[in-house]
């Protein structure tokens, strides 16, 4: 198999979509421990960005014409889920550094401890980590394949 340093082996890469990529890199670091591992465009207005959290990978991307982030809409139309291993602690420094939690932290009825948030752009999010082991069955879920 190929690898690829300029392109994490997960299988989905997200590419989400900034007003300003530096203040976007510096507000997900602050608040939610994120790490930039590269930067491209013009020093000082840089037009993407490549961040990651444990072994979840998110691509910034500055706005192009046209393109609004969810705080310009008025809403969103995605979320993303980021497992971290204590996420009582990622919460607390979430609301610490500003963000609007949107949902408190909280157990699912599918085993999750997790809290929802919108970070600088509106952007959902959710951080979670696996509380217990629940068959999907068990909360009502259908399983429809392997």
């Known amino acids: 198999m190929v690898t690829n340093r300029s ?21 997900l670091t602050a608040a939610f421990g994120f790490a930039e591992h590269y930067r491209y465009g013009p020093p000082g207005a840089p037009s993407g960005a490549q961040m ?9 991307d500055s706005a192009d014409a046209g393109q609004k982030t969810p705080a310009e809409l008025g809403y969103g ?22 963000a609007t939690i949107v949902e408190d932290l909280h157990q699912t009825v599918y085993g999750e401890r997790q809290y929802g948030v919108r970070d600088l752009d509106g952007h959902h999010w959710l951080f979670s980590s696996h509380a217990r082991d629940v068959s999907p069955s068990e909360w009502g879920a259908t399983i429809t394949g392997s």
């Open 7 to 27: 392109v994490p082996a997960d299988t989905v890469l997200p590419h989400i979509t900034y007003r300003d990529v530096a203040e976007a890199s510096g507000w």
């Open 52 to 60: 990651h959290l444990g072994d979840a990978w998110v691509m910034l």
């Open 77 to 98: 139309t995605q979320s993303l889920t980021v497992f971290v291993p204590d996420v009582d602690a990622h919460f607390e420094r979430a609301k610490s550094a500003g």
